[in-house]
């Protein structure tokens, strides 16, 4: 499948740096890849492309009608670069789980990555606390989940 991208990639970059562009070649192109692509964001770029690349290939067609087909060979160009371009880096992976101090953390809105002052937790609960308690519209669960935080928070210090 990744080659068949590759392959479509080079012909749609052929046509594009092509002096004249050659709209029957690409209408045969964005005809291929709407019938036979699996992808569905390059499926719909090539059907939406279709119809303007075919009026782009008759004799009679201006100039207007020429841009128009070569924005939308653009999309369909772009589409397939985003497919065929290698990710590097985290993108993609899987996040780790956070530890249960790094979810208590996080229910405080505290930073995950330093050493914490018994102020600086106890700023963070009044803070969370005015949204989930329940006189002030939160549920008696997420408060009691909050003062637990804060509990496990400040014994650890």
Same mark, same amino acid.
């Given at each position: %499948?990744?080659?068949? =991208?590759?392959?479509?990639?080079?012909?749609?970059?052929?046509?594009? &740096?092509?002096? +004249?562009?050659?709209?029957? +070649?690409?209408?045969? /192109?964005?005809?291929?890849?709407?019938? #036979? $692509?699996?992808?569905?964001?390059?499926?719909?770029?090539? &059907?939406?492309?279709? *119809?303007? !690349?075919? $009026?782009? &290939?008759?004799? $009679?067609?201006?100039?207007?009608?020429?841009?128009?087909?070569?924005?939308?060979?653009?999309? !369909?160009?772009? #589409?397939?670069?985003? !497919?065929?371009? *290698?990710? =590097?880096?985290?993108?993609?992976?899987?996040?780790? *789980? !956070?530890?249960?101090?790094?979810?208590?953390?996080?229910?405080?809105?505290? *930073?995950?990555?330093?050493?914490?002052?018994?102020?600086?937790?106890?700023?963070?609960?009044?803070?969370?606390?005015? #949204?989930?308690?329940?006189?002030?519209?939160? &549920?008696?669960?997420? =408060? @009691?989940? @909050? #003062?637990?935080?804060?509990?496990? /928070? %400040?014994?650890?210090?």
């Amino acid at each position: %499948m990744n080659t068949q =991208f590759n392959e479509w990639r080079q012909a749609i970059d052929r046509v594009w &740096s092509a002096v +004249e562009i050659d709209w029957r +070649e690409a209408g045969r /192109l964005a005809a291929e890849i709407a019938g #036979t $692509s699996d992808d569905d964001t390059l499926r719909q770029a090539a &059907s939406q492309a279709l *119809p303007i !690349l075919r $009026s782009a &290939s008759h004799v $009679s067609a201006d100039r207007t009608t020429r841009e128009a087909a070569r924005r939308r060979l653009g999309i !369909l160009r772009d #589409t397939l670069h985003d !497919l065929t371009t *290698p990710r =590097f880096g985290r993108r993609g992976t899987v996040a780790k *789980p !956070l530890t249960q101090d790094e979810c208590y953390r996080q229910m405080l809105g505290l *930073p995950l990555d330093r050493r914490l002052a018994g102020a600086e937790i106890h700023q963070a609960y009044k803070r969370a606390a005015k #949204t989930v308690h329940p006189d002030a519209g939160g &549920s008696a669960q997420a =408060f @009691l989940q @909050l #003062t637990a935080a804060r509990d496990a /928070l %400040m014994k650890q210090r």
